[in-house]
């Protein structure tokens, strides 16, 4: 039903209308933006560990195909035809031909598209994006599948086209097939199969506008494929791919939803939003590490609320962006034309953006550190409600957060139900032979510690359907946790015993078993996958292939138990750094934590740091509430203690020549006007290295490279030169340039995979590379008796050369003592002879 709001913003403005489909439709404005986002779809707390591939849950049949959706009716569509078929890319196609739809009875949208109280817009979203990174494979019974994908509530669509690009088997394209295309409900096209050829082809589709609502649902079906069922290898002959790089295009207008704080966070981001956002974030021309601070914090929680998504903090200084933005500030300050409210406390005021009333900007102003803080917190704390498009903030108790306590990571206080992990739209239950595998996701402190030998109990209770047609022996549970196989749980015990039990007619089903997981394939990210592969007997009818009433599931009761680990590792680790954020989030809030940026600090150097502050809220779920900002090294005693307190995360780069001279200063690194370098170690550090059996380091590798390149950014971590237990990452590049592209890098799986060691060097051409060139050290939870048995089990030369010393010690002793003893031995014979002479 369309709301006054809407229907006077279209009456009055004549920019398009939205149509209501299939009886679930959502308008495009208005009403429909409160809607939730999906969490099927939210890669954030759905993505495993980058490092961790994503193959098909079964690895000797078709991979899983997803969800099936109800029977479609059959409709009358024109033919689409394909685009060349090595054009993939959609901007590498401009050429491609446009293509017919079917008769649809829907309003055309009309007016002017630059009225007043409208911005145009242009966006795309691919199929990877909308949470099916390797693409929707048709095959075997699974005819049909789609895809729900989400738009934000505050953009009215104008036009749309869909950029379909297939891989089609050779054998199904021999068969003169087609595929239809719908959306929310409605025929969208049929695709002939027998014209895509190779390994890919792109086809181009324009959508009708008002088609295009809020929430929606592609879907795709292989016409007349019930006839192959019964056909040999089906699922591997006749095979339909649906590929990632499948991509809608938009174009529409930004409506203008007024300055209430209620709003918030529209239109900065939208939870329905599934492409990376951008918020730029603005300071006064004399920026201050107050101001960044309070950034850091509304920064993070934007980052939690992408939930994977991904959003950049481009910063701006003495100006105003040209669409939404963030402004930090005292009262008074000027940014740009705009002069910030005269307030007496923290004051939160949302306003028309000078620059294009469409766009908004929100004003987060105090007169100092704490004013600023109280407004930022009070800002991501809570919802603002009311029509008011200004509050001022009372004062508020900003609570700390325990270690390890991230809400986002699963706990290791107890055995954790695998029912907990699952997102509200997903079920421990599977229906059919052709069904989606079930991905379980889940977050954990990348410093879980066990001894050698023992291993992390994931107890599996499951149960597969009672049928006579299914093929029990063929028939298993596959297991798969972060890409690698653990096991296929059969549906029957397994042995001899067990065989002549259920031959006499006993009961024989297995419908528990625990895995034993070894700790090294928990990261940071993690997803298991578990896919019931039932097979119909050889002589079973082709009628029960498409039986949806089997049911099959894991129990409630299933469970990983995560209890017997430590918090304990070796650091410094930029893996665990690339992955969530760790050591800094080990303390959520960032409470023992300093960011660190040079005394004038850059806008790329600030911006990456809001960048990584928004990494950092969405790993654990929790916004930097405490996060402490310092430019430059500190001159006062209370900050200098701070920072002998903390960790350090540093941005910099090569031109900060003073900065990084006093920040390197007692690391393994060295630094020049024109690079980085690692400094050669000493006698008696190489001395120590070779007893302690630290082999594996490689400052002289990690040095030539340096050296050897012009243009780079990466990572440096060292252990703290003012606290050994604690740890410095510095975040750096040889510019601007270099370091704007960082966060991109965090961003792509091959990249984060190859982070580790101490030192990444990351290049254009050579893409990363790790070096470890300092000493590590331990850090977490262990009893000193315990870490005696550790420091054992790793520095074994030590440990073999404290052996031999001991032993030469005990017999060199036990020598002069036994010498001692035979001297007198042989001196008391020698005087009983001498008696009896």
């Known amino acids: 039903m369309m709301t006054p709001r809407f229907m006077q913003a279209l009456l009055s403005l004549c920019v398009g209308s939205v149509l209501t489909l299939g009886g679930n439709g959502a308008l495009a404005a208005g009403d429909a933006a409160d ?69 649809l009875s829907l309003p055309t949208p009309i007016g002017d598209q630059t009225a007043t109280g409208y911005q145009p817009l242009a966006s795309s979203v691919s199929v990877a994006q909308m949470g099916q990174t390797h693409g929707i494979t048709l095959a075997g019974g699974q005819a049909q599948a789609g895809v729900i994908f989400t738009l934000p509530g505050d953009q009215v669509v104008t036009n749309a086209r869909l950029d379909l690009a297939l891989r089609v088997s050779p054998e199904l394209a021999a068969l003169n097939t087609s ?90 981001i939208d939870p329905l939003q599934m492409t990376p956002a951008t918020v730029p974030m603005v300071f006064p021309a004399g920026v201050t590490p107050e101001q960044v601070g309070a950034a850091s914090l509304v920064a993070s929680w934007l980052g939690m609320r992408m939930d994977g998504y991904g959003v950049t903090f481009p910063v701006i200084r003495d100006a105003l962006p040209e669409k939404s933005g963030i402004v930090f500030g005292r009262p008074g300050d000027k940014v740009g034309t705009l002069t910030l409210p005269e307030v007496a406390g923290p004051t939160l005021q949302l306003i028309d953006n000078p ?40 004062q508020q108790t900003i609570p700390f957060r325990r270690a390890y306590d991230a809400p986002r990571w699963i706990s290791t206080d107890r055995p954790v139900r695998l029912s907990e992990l699952l997102r509200n739209d997903q079920s421990m239950m599977v229906s059919g032979l052709w069904h989606e595998a079930l991905r379980i996701n889940f977050r954990a402190a990348p410093d879980l510690f066990l001894w050698d030998g023992d291993t992390i109990p994931v107890k599996v209770d499951y149960r597969f359907p009672s049928e006579s047609w299914i093929d029990e022996s063929r028939s298993y549970l596959n297991v798969m946790l972060n890409g690698t196989f653990l096991r296929n749980l059969t549906v029957n015990k397994v042995g001899v015993l067990q065989q002549l039990w259920r031959e006499m007619g006993g009961d024989t089903r297995q419908e528990d078993y625990t895995l034993k997981v070894d700790p090294y394939l928990i990261y940071g990210y993690n997803q298991f996958q578990l896919y019931f592969n039932i097979r119909a007997r050889d002589d079973a009818p082709c009628s029960v292939l498409l039986n ?85 090294m500190p001159a006062n005693a209370a900050d200098r203690q701070k920072l002998e307190n903390s960790d350090v995360l540093a941005v910099t780069t090569l031109q900060q020549a003073a900065f990084n001279q006093n920040l390197l200063s007692g690391s393994p690194y060295t630094v020049n006007d024109r690079t980085f370098g690692v400094g050669a170690p000493g006698a008696w550090e190489r001395a120590r290295t070779l007893l302690t059996g630290d082999w594996d380091r490689s400052s002289i590798d990690a040095d030539r490279y340096f050296s050897s390149n ?128």
Not at 782 to 810: G, R, T
């Open 179 to 268: 595929m239809q295309l719908m959306l929310n409900g409605q025929p969208l096209g049929t695709v002939p199969l027998n014209a895509a050829t190779g390994d890919s082809t792109l086809f181009q589709l324009d959508i009708p506008a008002a088609m295009v609502v809020s929430s929606n649902n592609l879907s795709f079906r292989i016409n007349d494929a019930d006839r192959l069922l019964c056909e040999r290898d089906s699922a591997t002959r006749y095979n339909l791919t649906i590929l990632p790089t499948t991509t809608l295009n938009l174009e529409g207008q930004q409506l203008d939803i007024g300055t209430r704080l209620e709003n918030f966070p529209r239109p900065f």
């Open 710 to 837: 012009e243009a780079w950014r990466g990572f440096l971590s060292y252990r703290s030169p003012w606290n050994p237990e604690r740890v410095v990452v510095v975040a750096t590049g040889s510019g601007d340039e270099q370091l704007l592209r960082l966060y991109g890098d965090l961003n792509s799986p091959n990249i984060n995979a190859a982070v580790r060691g101490d030192t990444a060097i990351i290049t254009d051409e050579n893409g990363v590379r790790s070096f470890r060139v300092g000493p590590q050290f331990p850090s977490g939870e262990m009893p000193w008796y315990m870490m005696i048995v550790w420091y054992a089990n790793q520095h074994s030369v030590l440990l073999a050369l404290a052996a031999l010393l001991l032993a030469a010690v005990v017999g060199l002793s036990l020598a002069s003592i036994l010498r001692r003893l035979a001297e007198k031995r042989l001196s008391t014979r020698r005087d009983a002879g001498s008696d009896k002479k």
């Open 548 to 632: 949806n009433n089997i049911k099959s599931q894991i129990a409630d009761s299933a469970s990983i138990d995560l209890s017997r680990t430590r918090h304990f590792t070796l650091l410094p680790n930029l893996s665990y750094f690339v992955g969530v954020a760790f050591p800094f989030t080990r303390q959520a809030d960032y409470a023992q934590t300093v960011m660190l940026l040079p005394e004038k600090p850059t806008n790329a150097e600030i911006g990456l740091l809001l960048d990584l502050a928004g990494r950092a809220g969405d790993a654990t779920g929790v916004s930097l509430n405490h996060n402490r900002v310092m430019f430059g």
């Open 355 to 394: 620059v294009n009333p469409v766009y908004k900007l929100m004003l987060v102003v105090g007169k100092d550190d704490e004013q600023l803080r109280q407004a930022a917190y009070r800002l991501v704390s809570q919802p603002l409600t009311g029509d008011a498009s200004t509050l001022s903030v009372a």
């Open 35 to 103: 809607e939730p986002l999906p969490a099927m779809l939210s890669p954030g707390g759905g993505n495993p560990q980058p490092a961790a591939t994503e193959p098909a849950p079964v690895t000797d049949s078709a991979p899983a195909p997803t969800t099936a959706l109800p029977a479609m009716p059959p409709v009358t569509s024109p033919i689409i035809s394909p685009a060349t078929p090595s054009a993939i890319t959609p901007a590498a196609t401009p050429d491609l031909p446009a293509l017919t739809t079917p008769p």
